[in-house]
């Protein structure tokens, strides 16, 4: 992965929509998701961890969803972005964070935002939503 140009920088946003929903939806395991992104450039992985973290945000994220996606994240309650997750509300400026901590960031941000989102797609979105994330052709889960 090379080069930051905006070209680059929306690809890399729909293949993070894929990966991370795919994840999210139980189609993709989260240690497959983190190698995803920890073969990207430390660019790319800036550009990813700020669209995660604004599905977060569009998911309305709760404390007890931080604590339940930290729990299931692999990554200790104490790390900086775990603490971040679960403060009410949660902070979301994982880009300013060390970039040997982006990993945990992703780690953190993918397992909470899973949880979020199957309580939403068990609820609001049962039966058929307009949600793009919640309709991707099974095709583009192949990378
Ligand atoms: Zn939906």
Not at 15 to 31: F, K, P, S, Y
Not at 102 to 111: C, D, G, N, Y
Request: net charge positive.
């Amino acid at each position: 992965m090379r080069g930051t140009s905006s070209e680059d920088g929306r690809a890399l946003r729909r293949e993070a929509e894929r990966v991370v929903n795919g994840v999210a939806q139980g189609r993709r395991t989260l240690d497959d998701g983190t190698s995803w992104f920890a073969a990207l450039s430390q660019s790319g992985r800036q550009v990813v961890l700020q669209e995660v973290a604004g599905y977060a945000m569009q998911a309305h994220i709760t404390s007890a969803d931080g604590h339940a996606g930290v729990a299931r994240s692999g990554v200790k309650p104490t790390a900086n972005p775990a603490v971040m997750i679960c403060m009410d509300p949660p902070r979301y400026g994982f880009v300013a964070l060390p970039a040997d901590e982006h990993v945990k960031a992703f780690r953190v941000l993918v397992s909470v935002l899973s949880v979020a989102d199957t309580r939403r797609r068990q609820t609001y979105c049962r039966g058929t939503c307009g949600h793009t994330w919640h309709n991707l052709p099974p095709s583009v889960e192949r990378l």
